[in-house]
């Protein structure tokens, strides 16, 4: 990806679309995306792996549910990385991500990411530059290896505008059933907001491949931001050479006699 300049990118839905169509369509998509993946379960060769990145504010919740709620719990498995516990601190930095990485035919969400271990010590000055540097290195293998195996990878930074992200942020400590999303943490980020942004521009430009591509979501309107989610979704099952698995043993369809004597049995 050529240099990504994130003050320039709209935050926003278009002007001229309408939200009751976007609404319609997401249905309808999340439908198809149920749908397919029915034969992807069933398919087996293949597992989804969808990375959430995105400044403290930014609904990635809500992308959760309006996008996967109706999914097969069985076939989904969301999982949350923060701050590194110590015996996280005792591995490699990809150790934590690679045990929650998808098995085949399934979809796995990552709630921030490996990511978070180049963004976070590039602001706050705690690793060095050769290190970081080592980290995009690292990570684009990664990502190639698992790429290789089978897992389809799908990016999204949800972009958001400092001036909703303050409003956000202001209803959690005003608005009572929004109280205990408040984290100080969430206001000292917010005062590295210019800094943040130039690590994401950097990663963007370093970690987006064919393999593993990058999509920048307008964020500010969560209803279009979810339709954006949805839809690359959706086309990404759709690009899958799915079939359906054949009979585990075919000569049973020889005749009418031998199907009804192997279900009586």
Same mark, same amino acid.
């Given at each position: 990806?050529?240099?990504?300049?994130?003050?320039?990118?709209?935050? /926003?839905?278009?002007?001229?679309?309408?939200?009751?169509? @976007?609404? /319609?369509?997401?249905?309808?998509?999340?439908?198809?995306?149920?749908?397919?993946?029915?034969?992807?379960?069933?398919?087996?060769?293949?597992?989804?792996?969808? @990375?959430?990145?995105?400044?403290?504010?930014?609904?990635?919740?809500?992308? !959760?549910?309006?996008?996967? %709620?109706?999914?097969?719990?069985? $076939?989904?498995?969301?999982? %949350?990385?923060?701050?590194?516990? %110590? =015996?996280?601190?005792?591995?490699?930095? &990809?150790?934590?991500?690679?045990?929650? !990485?998808?098995?085949?035919?399934? @979809?796995?969400?990552?709630?921030?990411?490996?990511?978070?271990? @180049?963004?976070?010590?590039?602001?706050?000055?705690?690793?060095?530059?050769?290190?970081?540097?080592?980290?995009? #290195?690292?990570?684009?293998?990664?990502?190639?290896?698992?790429?290789?195996?089978?897992?389809?990878?799908?990016?999204?930074?949800?972009?958001?505008?400092?001036?909703?992200?303050?409003?956000?942020?202001?209803?959690?400590?005003?608005?009572?059933?929004?109280? $205990?999303?408040?984290?100080?943490?969430?206001?000292?980020?917010?005062?590295?907001?210019? =800094?943040?942004? #130039?690590?994401?521009?950097?990663?963007?430009?370093?970690? =987006?491949?064919? $393999?593993?591509? $990058?999509?920048?979501?307008?964020?500010?309107?969560?209803?279009?931001?979810?339709?954006?989610?949805? +839809?690359?979704?959706?086309?990404? &099952?759709?690009?899958?050479?799915?079939?359906?698995?054949? &009979?585990?043993?075919? %000569?049973?369809? &020889? +005749? =009418?006699?031998?199907?009804? #004597?192997?279900?009586?049995?």
């Amino acid at each position: 990806m050529e240099k990504v300049h994130l003050d320039k990118l709209t935050t /926003k839905a278009p002007e001229d679309i309408s939200r009751e169509n @976007i609404e /319609k369509r997401l249905e309808e998509i999340r439908a198809e995306i149920i749908e397919i993946q029915k034969k992807f379960h069933a398919d087996g060769r293949k597992g989804i792996l969808v @990375i959430l990145q995105w400044m403290d504010a930014s609904w990635k919740d809500s992308t !959760i549910r309006k996008v996967f %709620s109706w999914i097969n719990p069985l $076939w989904v498995h969301a999982v %949350s990385f923060g701050k590194p516990t %110590s =015996d996280e601190f005792k591995h490699d930095f &990809l150790w934590r991500i690679h045990k929650e !990485i998808p098995k085949k035919w399934m @979809i796995t969400i990552f709630n921030r990411s490996h990511y978070e271990d @180049i963004l976070v010590p590039s602001v706050e000055g705690y690793i060095d530059k050769k290190t970081i540097e080592n980290r995009y #290195e690292h990570i684009n293998a990664f990502e190639k290896m698992l790429a290789d195996e089978g897992v389809i990878i799908l990016k999204f930074f949800l972009h958001m505008s400092k001036e909703v992200q303050k409003k956000r942020l202001e209803e959690r400590i005003t608005i009572e059933r929004k109280f $205990w999303k408040f984290d100080p943490s969430d206001t000292a980020a917010r005062k590295k907001w210019d =800094d943040y942004m #130039e690590v994401y521009e950097e990663i963007f430009e370093k970690t =987006d491949t064919k $393999w593993a591509p $990058w999509h920048i979501i307008p964020t500010d309107d969560k209803w279009y931001k979810a339709y954006l989610v949805a +839809d690359a979704i959706l086309e990404s &099952l759709k690009s899958l050479d799915l079939v359906w698995p054949k &009979l585990w043993n075919e %000569s049973i369809l &020889l +005749d =009418d006699y031998k199907l009804v #004597e192997i279900i009586d049995k």
